[in-house]
């Protein structure tokens, strides 16, 4: 069974940075594609960034390219999500995913329960 957990989401000023990790917990990480979405209020969930197993792929959406990197770590079993330059338009509940195959939808099979980042203007 995959357990995903979230942390490092806060409240940061316009322009400041967080870093967001995931820990995953079960077997085979790196077997697992890994997914960070965000849902702001009265809005759907939306794709943010995503790497392959190896991290050799990685993608993001353009409203964040530039100001996001996402990477992970095999050894801890845990990705990141560095973001930068943050605008308030960024204000969401940032979820983690993983699946077996790498995606753009939300239709991973494993979800996090979301971390909280709140941007002031």
């Known amino acids: 069974q995959v357990q995903l957990v979230e942390s490092g989401g806060g409240l940061v000023q316009a322009g400041g940075s967080l870093r967001l990790s995931c820990a995953f917990s079960?077997?085979?990480?790196?077997?697992?594609?890994m997914g960070w979405f965000r849902q702001a209020p009265g809005k759907e969930r939306e794709f943010v960034a995503v790497?392959?197993?190896?991290?050799?792929?990685?993608d993001y959406t353009d409203s964040v390219k530039g100001r996001f990197t996402i990477s992970r770590d095999d050894a801890k079993k845990t990705v990141y999500l560095q973001m930068n330059n943050l605008k308030p338009e960024d204000t969401a509940v940032y979820y983690c995913a993983a699946d077996l195959r790498l995606s753009h939808r939300p239709q991973y099979a494993y979800w996090g329960q979301g971390t909280q980042v709140t941007v002031s203007s």
């Open positions: 079960g077997r085979s990480f790196s077997n697992y594609a």
């Open positions: 790497i392959s197993w190896s991290g050799g792929i990685r």
